[in-house]
């Protein structure tokens, strides 16, 4: 059924399912003489109706071309077609069906366990919630702008459904809105607009964010989104040894006795001649200098560059 059909009058609704049946068997059909049984009593006399609003009009037109004859057939006399009206409603059904339907009486039907969509899975889920619980009693006590409460004590946030605190029934949710085949691994942003009009928790657009984070598809196909790095700009080639050095340090060690808890090392571009001065995290550029000056230049004199990753103001203090 489409969306606006639901809308239909019952009487419309029977001639619409009519009108499709006709539409879809129309190479069998016309030409020839067709018996339609109906459970839907109006059905009969739609033809001798004097008024009629624009859709019936229009399918009369349709039916026209066909040569039908519309019979009345008591509910309890039309077992087989009642027993297909229910399949939509019961996806259990199809293998009883397949195995003989003219067997089954409506009946059997009913005790059919029914597969709930996931919209009455969320109202089930309700009502063990004990964070929903709360939030009845709280706006019982004083009415909330937000909350409301149906008339079958369904919860809801303006016009969303509360979501119950269930990861499962959550993350199935957010299956469906990234994952199924009509939607093609939307972003989070999409999907979280999406959700957003139907239903509602707290920190919603937080786990759908995480929930898009995980995936595992999205993560593989990720466009990167950062500028192409530029050329290399290789370092020219030293030509003398401690003219060019480069330094570099090694944090996050255990603090030793003294109180060091990381290595500074320095490095001569050209010889590879390394040293290894135990510093401090908290040292400022002037101690580092003086270290420098104590360890490194006492033994090689003033180096002519430098290289290292930190930034402008460290080196501004050389
Ligand atoms: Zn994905």
């Given at each position: 059924?489409?969306?606006?059909?639901?809308?239909?009058?019952?009487?419309?609704?029977?001639?619409?399912?009519?009108?499709?049946?006709?539409?879809?068997?129309?190479?069998?059909?016309?030409?020839?003489?067709?018996?339609?049984?109906?459970?839907?009593?109006?059905?009969?006399?739609?033809?001798?109706?004097?008024?009629?609003?624009?859709?019936?009009?229009?399918?009369?037109?349709?039916?026209?071309?066909?040569?039908?004859?519309?019979?009345?057939?008591?509910?309890?006399?039309?077992?087989?077609?009642?027993?297909?009206?229910?399949?939509?409603?019961?996806?259990?059904?199809?293998?009883?069906?397949?195995?003989?339907?003219?067997?089954?009486?409506?009946?059997?039907?009913?005790?059919?366990?029914?597969?709930?969509?996931?919209?009455?899975?969320?109202?089930?889920?309700?009502?063990?919630?004990?964070?929903?619980?709360?939030?009845?009693?709280?706006?019982?006590?004083?009415?909330?702008?937000?909350?409301?409460?149906?008339?079958?004590?369904?919860?809801?946030?303006?016009?969303?459904?509360?979501?119950?605190?269930?990861?499962?029934?959550?993350?199935?949710?957010?299956?469906?809105?990234?994952?199924?085949?009509?939607?093609?691994?939307?972003?989070?942003?999409?999907?979280?607009?999406?959700?957003?009009?139907?239903?509602?928790?707290?920190?919603?657009?937080?786990?759908?964010?995480?929930?898009?984070?995980?995936?595992?598809?999205?993560?593989?196909?990720?466009?990167?989104?950062?500028?192409?790095?530029?050329?290399?700009?290789?370092l020219?080639?030293?030509?003398?040894?401690?003219?060019d050095i480069s330094m570099d340090?090694?944090?996050?060690?255990?603090?030793?006795?003294?109180?060091?808890?990381?290595?500074?090392?320095?490095v001569?571009r050209?010889?590879?001649?390394?040293?290894?001065?135990?510093?401090?995290?908290?040292?400022?550029?002037?101690?580092?200098?003086?270290?420098?000056?104590?360890?490194?230049?006492?033994?090689?004199?003033?180096p002519?560059t430098i290289v290292s990753d930190?930034?402008?103001?460290?080196?501004?203090?050389?």
């Amino acid at each position: 059924m489409r969306k606006h059909e639901v809308n239909y009058p019952t009487h419309d609704l029977e001639l619409a399912a009519v009108v499709h049946a006709l539409k879809i068997w129309r190479h069998y059909l016309l030409g020839n003489v067709c018996n339609i049984f109906t459970d839907h009593k109006s059905l009969k006399y739609i033809f001798t109706q004097p008024e009629l609003n624009m859709r019936q009009r229009r399918w009369l037109e349709l039916i026209k071309d066909y040569n039908l004859n519309v019979q009345y057939h008591p509910r309890k006399a039309n077992v087989v077609a009642d027993a297909l009206s229910r399949k939509s409603h019961c996806l259990n059904v199809q293998p009883l069906i397949e195995d003989g339907f003219d067997l089954m009486h409506p009946a059997v039907l009913h005790s059919i366990q029914i597969s709930c969509s996931l919209e009455s899975k969320i109202i089930e889920g309700q009502k063990t919630d004990k964070g929903i619980f709360h939030i009845k009693e709280k706006i019982k006590q004083k009415p909330s702008q937000h909350f409301k409460v149906d008339e079958q004590g369904v919860l809801w946030f303006d016009d969303r459904l509360v979501v119950p605190k269930d990861r499962e029934l959550r993350n199935k949710l957010m299956d469906e809105a990234h994952l199924s085949k009509l939607s093609i691994h939307t972003g989070s942003s999409k999907m979280y607009q999406e959700l957003r009009p139907r239903y509602w928790w707290t920190k919603m657009k937080k786990e759908v964010t995480a929930y898009v984070a995980r995936c595992d598809t999205c993560c593989r196909v990720k466009a990167i989104h950062m500028k192409p790095a530029s050329l290399l700009q290789p370092l020219s080639i030293p030509s003398w040894k401690w003219d060019d050095i480069s330094m570099d340090f090694i944090s996050g060690l255990p603090t030793t006795q003294k109180g060091h808890d990381s290595i500074w090392v320095i490095v001569d571009r050209l010889t590879k001649t390394a040293h290894f001065l135990p510093v401090k995290t908290t040292y400022r550029p002037p101690q580092y200098a003086q270290k420098y000056i104590a360890e490194i230049m006492r033994l090689y004199g003033i180096p002519k560059t430098i290289v290292s990753d930190r930034g402008p103001q460290f080196m501004a203090h050389f």
